[in-house]
């Protein structure tokens, strides 16, 4: 205050004429300033812009690694490596046995696993971006939940689970999972059966009724999917198998397509739209499968299997018509997989991506 009452006693002091020219000076330099604003866009002082941006990766670099719970570089998909902004997610249970061919909206999905069943057989579990939903608003046919699919889920984060329904030992478990469960218990309006098809092999999801139902499902994030150039190295591989007890899953290299078109049980697989299923990238994930941890069984009372995803492993990746035998890592559910080959990380070609999960 008495530094203010030195300056005002020191200006009153001052001829009226210093006084007015030193008011005139300083209102020209205010309309200086403006006229540079106006005519170049730029201010005249100093400003705090934050810290620089990072420089532009070069085209085919793998993206940087993001923070669990982050989408990865904005407006490119962390599940695809594809343009376009991350979307809320939908995973759905889908079915596999030869009576549930062709599915339908499979070839929409941006990741498909392949997992083990009871008697040996597999189920799909799709995960579809809500940007990128099948043109056709058609999922199915949708399977029952398990053990398996819960882990899976818990790197997405608060995700739509579309499922048909579950043994009533898992149901709490379901109930009580960090998911938004979606079935015909919950959401029976999301749901219809056709009548092409017998059930239970014709239950389908329309996918924009369960997004209109849940606003909050998490959007699509960094799951430790790397996309980029190919490493050096690799063997050639334009066919691929990877196996179950009684199914099998083969990728055969299309340089026409620039993608793995996918063969099941030895048999082409189409979606019933009539297109051939197929991915950019594929992933052989090894795993050390086990039985139900809830010891849950099936019908004919075999034990339920259960393929962890937690821990680590071989895997093999096939991309561009070569296989890189690498490894898998995922330390905790909550926390995404980062597959690894020559002690770097291995990058995906841009686009869809299936996983297998083979029993080791």
């Known amino acids: 205050m008495r530094a203010f009452q030195g300056i005002a006693t020191r200006w009153r002091s001052l001829p009226r004429a210093r006084r007015l020219g030193a008011v005139v000076l300083g209102a020209t330099a205010v309309l200086l300033a403006v006229l540079l604003v106006l005519v170049t866009g730029r ?26 719970g982050t989408s990865g570089a904005q407006g490119v998909s962390p599940l695809t490596g594809l343009p376009g902004e991350a979307g809320r997610i939908t995973a759905v249970k889908i079915d596999n046995i030869v009576d549930a061919r062709p599915q339908t909206g499979l070839d929409s999905a941006d990741v498909v696993y392949a997992i083990e069943v009871e008697g040996g057989i597999s189920r799909l579990l799709a995960v579809y971006d809500s940007n990128r939903l099948p043109p056709g608003d058609t999922i199915g046919p949708v399977r029952s939940a398990r053990e398996s699919d819960l882990e899976l889920l818990e790197q997405y984060g608060r995700v739509n689970f579309v499922y048909s329904g579950a043994q009533s030992r898992f149901l709490p478990v379901l ?68 196996r179950m007890p009684a199914a099998s899953f083969t990728f055969n290299w299309s340089a026409a397509d620039q993608r793995y078109l996918v063969s099941m049980d030895g048999k082409p697989a189409r979606t019933s739209e009539g297109g051939r299923l197929g991915a950019a990238t594929v992933v052989v994930q090894r795993v050390d499968e ?70 080791r």
């Open 290 to 359: 086990r039985t139900s941890p809830l010891g849950l069984r099936d019908s004919a009372g075999n034990p339920v299997p259960f393929a962890p995803t937690v821990g680590d492993g071989e895997a093999v990746v096939l991309r561009d018509g070569r296989a890189y035998q690498g490894t898998w890592s995922r330390p905790r559910a909550d926390s995404g997989t980062t597959f690894s080959y020559a002690g770097a990380p291995m990058t995906f070609r841009p686009g869809p991506v299936w996983v297998v999960l083979e029993p």
């Open 175 to 242: 109930g009580a999972a960090d998911v938004l469960n979606v079935s015909p218990l919950q959401h029976g309006g999301a749901f219809f059966r056709s009548p092409s098809r017998a059930a239970p092999h014709n239950e389908y999801v329309v996918p924009s009724d369960v997004l209109r139902a849940s606003p909050d499902a998490a959007q699509a994030r960094d799951i430790g999917f790397r996309f980029g150039a190919a490493p050096a190295g690799g063997t050639p591989a334009d066919g691929f198998t990877a």
């Open 43 to 68: 201010s005249p002082l100093p400003v705090d812009a934050g810290p620089p941006a990072a420089p532009a990766a070069p085209p085919g670099a793998p993206t940087t690694p993001g923070s669990p």
